[in-house]
Structure formats: structure tokens, C-alpha cells
């Protein structure tokens, strides 16, 4: 199995910024995209960027040119850079990773971390 552990959620003023990492461990054979979604209260999950193994990365529009992912795949890491913040960003903030591992090499499925907290107070 993978393990995804995120860290670098918190409490920040608008205008302010945090970086999200996102740690993946286990018996990784291969990681293949890693990404990052939010849900809000009362709101549906959705993608904030995506970014694969080669670098090629995918934004949400509302996020384009605030936010930021890189990924170290040497770490299996994966982090979300994230300026100008709006209250309007405020979610549980949860790391995705398609993986295959040693025992399933062929098989390619997603896992989830726990998600981290990110409040933007106005």
C-alpha cells in the first residue's frame, strides 16, 4: 500500500501564503501523477493542480498564477505553493497520487492522504 502524509496546512490573513507538502511512503513500485484537491464545508472535492511524473503541471482557473505545484520525485514528494490567498480558499486541503506498488506493478490506482486545514481569515 501508499501512504500519503500532508503537512504545511494553517491559519493565514489574506493576501498571505503557505506551502502544502505531501509526502508519499510505502511499497511505491511507481508514482505517476500527484496532485492536489480542496473541499470546503458544504461543497463538493475539487482539483487544484495536477502535476505528472515529467512535470507537466494543470491548474484550476481560479488558482492560475497564485498557486504553484512542484514534486520531487526522488522524495515521492509532492508540494503546493500557494500565494496571494483569498478567504475563498479556505478548505481541507488533500494530496492524490496514482501509484502502482511492488506487489501490483501493473496496477495503477489512487490514494488519498488525510488532508491538512487551510484558513485564510479576511
Known amino acids: 500500500q501508499v501512504q500519503l502524509v500532508e503537512s504545511g496546512g494553517g491559519l493565514v490573513q489574506a493576501g498571505g501564503s503557505l506551502r502544502l507538502s505531501c509526502a508519499a511512503s510505502?511499497?511505491?513500485?511507481?508514482?505517476?501523477?500527484m496532485g492536489w484537491y480542496r473541499q470546503a464545508p458544504g461543497k463538493q472535492r475539487e482539483l487544484v493542480a495536477t502535476?505528472?511524473?515529467?512535470?507537466?503541471?494543470n491548474y484550476a482557473d481560479s488558482v492560475k498564477g497564485r498557486f504553484t505545484i512542484s514534486r520531487d520525485n526522488a522524495e515521492n514528494t509532492v508540494y503546493l505553493q500557494m500565494n496571494s490567498l483569498k478567504p475563498e480558499d479556505t478548505a481541507a486541503y488533500y494530496c492524490?497520487?496514482?501509484?502502482?506498488?511492488?506487489?501490483?506493478?501493473?496496477?495503477?490506482?489512487?490514494?488519498w492522504g488525510q488532508g491538512t486545514q487551510v484558513t485564510v481569515s479576511s
Open positions: 492524490n497520487a496514482e501509484a502502482t506498488t511492488l506487489q501490483y506493478r501493473s496496477f495503477r490506482r489512487g490514494y
Open positions: 510505502g511499497s511505491i513500485f511507481v508514482i505517476s501523477a
Open positions: 502535476i505528472t511524473r515529467g512535470g507537466s503541471t
